[in-house]
T-cell receptor, first 113, second 110 residues
Framework: DAGVTQSPTHLIKTRGQHVTLRCSPI?????VSWYQQVLGQGPQFIFQ???????GRGNFPDRFSARQFPNYSSELNVNALLLGDSALYLC????????????FGPGTRLTVT | EDQVTQSPEALRLQEGESSSLNCSYT??????LFWYRQDPGKGPEFLFT?????EEKEKERLKATLTKKESFLHITAPKPEDSATYLC???????????WGAGTKLIIKP
């Protein structure tokens, strides 16, 4: 079975630009969560979606937005990029049966210059 | 405020030298505690879920235990391939998000 997939794997953007990151969950998983991880720290929660509805939002500015599609894949959008947005962006999926066990994708490394 | 603290920040061991990593938490209404392994530049890999004090889980050289205030990840006779950052996270109350520790970087020298 395919695990969680994310695209792109690496991305370099300039301050002020916009970025879209994509995630496909494990087949059968209906919940997707997004995390930001900077070097040396644990992941920081950004969003969780379940059945296309936002179920939770972390302490991130409105420049960050996300959505989930009917096939349960998801996009994370970040507007007006700042240098501090440089990080590894992780997507995790989970099933209703094991709702809190989250399985992560390989991440997207975003560098803002 | 819900909080998760991991110690030590880094741990260097010789191959075969057993040790333990600590994850202490202060949350209201623990629903579950999770251990993950993360290799550099990759996403965390799920290891264990613990739900209640006294519970234990094992996988190969790893054993996770849980009390009302902390969890331990015991590693027995580690090998160099066990080198990674080990992350602990908790889920509490009705909040769906996981609260993460900063991780313990484990280095096993051959």
């Amino acid at each position: 079975d395919a695990g969680v997939t994310q695209s792109p794997t690496h991305l370099i953007k300039t301050r002020g630009q916009h970025v879209t990151l994509r995630c496909s969950p494990i087949s059968g998983h209906k919940s997707v969560s997004w995390y930001q991880q900077v070097l040396g720290q644990g992941p920081q929660f950004i969003f969780q979606y379940y059945e296309k509805e936002e179920r939770g939002r972390g302490n991130f500015p409105d420049r960050f937005s996300a959505r989930q599609f009917p096939n349960y894949s998801s996009e994370l959008n970040v507007n007006a990029l700042l240098l501090g947005d440089s990080a590894l962006y992780l997507c995790a999926s989970s099933s209703l049966r094991t709702a809190y066990e989250q399985y992560f994708g390989p991440g997207t490394r975003l560098t803002v210059t | 405020e819900d909080q998760v603290t991991q110690s030590p920040e880094a741990l260097r061991l010789q191959e075969g030298e057993s040790s333990s990593l600590n994850c202490s938490y202060t949350v209201s209404g623990l629903r579950g505690l999770f251990w993950y392994r993360q290799d550099p530049g990759k996403g965390p890999e799920f290891l264990f879920t613990l739900y209640s004090a006294g519970e234990e889980k094992e996988k190969e050289r790893l054993k996770a235990t849980l009390t009302k205030k902390e969890s331990f990840l015991h590693i027995t006779a580690p090998k160099p391939e066990d080198s990674a950052t080990y992350l602990c996270a908790v889920q509490a109350g009705s909040n769906y998000q996981l609260i993460w520790g900063a991780g313990t970087k484990l280095i096993i020298k051959p």
